[in-house]
């Protein structure tokens, strides 16, 4: 399953108390679960929800008297859908545990316990998906089998599957060639039938090996007999495969019609690279197939080395075209004698060879790498009549159980060869995916660095974007946004470090360098002759300290500014979590004159209820409401709603990203008071809008 950052989970909430609903719903949101939720009142409403868009889960509370779960179960069962259902509970005892399982919920939760709750649903939300994707891996597998079956069919190979030693299927070249007319004369046959008497006793060894799940030999030379008795030498080719649906051995038998020991030469130059005698590429895929499936089987390690000599096409260029072959084949030579016995090498492309060690651990891996580099730089390529002081750069992977995929092994090695040949050759790296959680604790603490650097030293910045008011006096308003200046003179983005910075407590401190400037800058601009309304960004941290707003009122003193021109905004869902906190905040602030703005409103289930608790000055809709606004009636709808009660409760309302000129007019026509986004102007480092 995606992670939940890149998801949503659409959520049904089936409880009474639509406050119970909402503390639920800032939970998950806290926890970092994108939810989209949505509450039937009736059963009405729940049929409609059902029949609508793909839900992934539903939360019914025990105690529901409007939708008992009874109800709500039965109407779910009717649609056919996988659709788990958790149960909310305060407690759990044996009676409710055996009453929840007979109505197949999928989980119980305790309400109170909101971690417990995330836990439960970050379950039931990845069951879902994985069955999801192994139906739809199903699907995709049986499509795949049927066109197989059809190429199978076609094919002038003979071909034969087999199923504890009898046939299950066998393609018509295969019946042709054992002289039978249709499948029906060899079905549930034994594959002993078609070996010749002297091979019998070893090959019935093989079926047993076989049968215990021992892997096959890629290629076994025998004599097989025709339905006439005719012996003829023959080929024998084993893989693992299935069939409708039971696993099997896919068998390929060909008459060979010559020598045996020829086709053992042959098949060996049909594995090598003709110029460097080392393996081909896709002889070398499938032993890195092997191994790779290896180290997710049984946790295996192996290395895999690309290399690569640097400067090709000059070395090329001094050379001569005619000289490439030589090129290569000495490079090749050089590569072999860095190499152990039981190393496998191949020339993997026009210029590239790759290396397999078996059992490798990772300081083994770089040793080899190191190895390979240092045969390159220490002597000289012979090349015909000339010498040459030839370097290489390797990247290489230590293949394990956490990049147990070829793809994303050729990938990462592909990556260090580049790097590796990127800042001048003769480097070696060497990916190793146990490095890298202590790369991200580094990674971590260097960002946690440069946060205390940029609170102690100035290092953040403030963009300003205009809030246009869409009736009435223009007055002057800025959005306030936070930046971090990086390494390089760019500019960084607060969801770069803000997680860090909250997780290593922070953001209490970030708060009061963004109001200190906030303040600030109020006070510089009324110096100028402006009055001018900042909107700041606070964090719910500081909501549970005295010390912000105490460093608030000695700013305003320090900067001579009124607290009125200030607006610190907080999102709707953390103050439902933290609703006394905040309003005891609200309260104090006040007192200073400093005003506090709700963000993401209408996210909530029902979000003026909470104004009903929570005396916000100005409430900034949730930009998924202007997201495609000219074309989605129901947020059309919503915002009209909003901004009507917004009106009778003497509320200011804002709606950001704005996207286009049909926006701007849905939302004067709904009584909207203030519209910022980059369509009407970008943020930027100095406030120059001209309001007039």
């Not at 946004?481 to 953001?507: D, K």
Request: proline letters at 3%; one cysteine or more.
């Amino acid at each position: 399953m995606q992670s939940a950052k890149d998801m949503v989970l659409r959520l049904l909430i089936v409880d009474d108390s639509v406050e119970a609903a909402e503390a639920i719903v800032s939970g998950l949101r806290n926890a970092g679960i994108a939810v989209r939720p949505n509450r039937p009142e009736s059963e009405q409403a729940l049929d409609d929800l059902l029949a609508g868009p793909p839900v992934e889960l539903v939360l019914a509370a025990e105690d529901c008297r409007t939708l008992p779960l009874a109800a709500v179960m039965q109407r779910i069962d009717a649609t056919g859908k996988d659709l788990p259902v958790i149960l909310l509970a305060d407690a759990v005892d044996d009676t409710l545990l055996l009453n929840a399982t007979a109505a197949g919920v999928a989980g119980i939760a305790l309400r109170r316990r909101i971690d417990q709750v995330e836990a439960v649903v970050r379950k039931e939300w990845t069951a879902l998906e994985a069955r999801r994707a192994l139906r739809k891996l199903e699907s995709q597998v049986r499509e795949t089998e049927r066109r197989c079956d059809a190429l199978i069919d076609s094919s002038r190979d003979p071909i034969a599957y087999v199923h504890e030693g009898m046939h299950i299927r066998a393609n018509s070249a295969y019946l042709e060639q054992f002289g039978f007319d249709s499948f029906e004369d060899i079905e549930g046959m034994s594959l002993l039938d078609m070996v010749a008497p002297q091979h019998v006793d070893d090959f019935k060894q093989l079926l047993k090996r076989l049968s215990k799940g021992e892997a096959p030999p890629p290629r076994l030379e025998m004599e097989a007999r025709t339905l006439d008795g005719e012996s003829f030498p023959a080929v024998m080719e084993f893989a693992a495969a299935s069939y409708e649906g039971e696993a099997c051995q896919q068998v390929i038998l060909r008459r060979q019609e010559f020598d045996p020991e020829l086709a053992r030469e042959v098949e060996e130059l049909r594995q090598r690279d003709q110029v460097t005698g080392l393996l081909n590429r896709s002889t070398f895929l499938r032993q890195l197939e092997d191994a790779v499936s290896d180290a997710a089987r049984d946790a295996g390690h192996h290395a895999l080395l690309l290399v690569e000599p640097d400067h090709y096409a000059k070395l090329l260029q001094d050379l001569g075209l005619h000289a490439a072959d030589d090129l290569i084949a000495a490079c090749a030579r050089r590569l072999q004698g860095a190499l152990g016995p039981d190393d496998v090498a191949a020339r993997f492309a026009e210029h590239q060879f790759a290396v397999l060690r078996r059992g490798s651990d990772y300081h083994g891996t770089v040793a080899l790498a190191e190895a390979v580099r240092a045969a390159f730089a220490a002597a000289v390529l012979e090349v015909d009549d000339r010498s040459l002081n030839a370097t290489a750069s390797v990247g290489g992977v230590q293949i394990g159980q956490k990049i147990a995929s070829v793809t994303a092994v050729l990938a990462k090695a592909h990556d260090g060869v580049q790097s590796a040949g990127g800042v001048g050759g003769n480097r070696v790296e060497i990916f190793d995916p146990g490095a890298v959680d202590r790369a991200e604790e580094e990674r971590v603490e260097a960002w946690v660095n440069r946060i205390r650097d940029a609170i102690d030293g100035d290092g953040f910045v403030m963009h300003y974007q205009p809030l246009i008011g869409l009736h009435g006096a223009p007055d002057e308003m800025y959005d306030a946004y936070l930046r971090m200046q990086g390494e390089g003179g760019e500019l960084v983005q607060p969801l770069t470090f803000l997680q860090i910075a909250e997780e290593h407590g922070l953001l209490w401190e970030i708060d009061r360098w963004v109001v200190s400037r906030a303040i600030a800058d109020i006070g510089e601009r009324l110096r100028g002759g402006h009055r001018t309304t900042l909107l700041v960004r606070i964090n719910e941290v500081s909501l549970q300290d005295d010390s912000l707003l105490q460093h608030i009122r000695e700013q305003l003193a320090k900067h001579g500014a009124e607290g009125h021109l200030l607006v610190l905004q907080l999102p709707e869902s953390k103050v439902f979590t933290h609703l006394k906190a905040a309003q005891a905040f609200q309260e104090r602030a006040a007192a200073l004159g400093v005003r506090v703005g709700l963000e993401q409103f209408g996210s909530g289930l029902n979000s003026f209820q909470l104004l009903s608790h929570f005396n916000a000055d100005m409430l900034k809709l949730d930009r998924a409401f202007t997201e495609e606004l000219a074309t989605t009636p129901e947020h059309q709808e919503r915002i009209r709603e909003i901004a009507s009660k917004a009106r009778e409760l003497g509320k200011q309302t804002i709606a950001n990203f704005v996207q286009d000129a049909s926006s701007m007019t849905i939302l004067f026509g709904a009584g909207i008071d203030y519209a910022q986004g980059h369509f009407l102007a970008q943020a930027g480092p100095q406030m120059d809008y001209d309001f007039s």
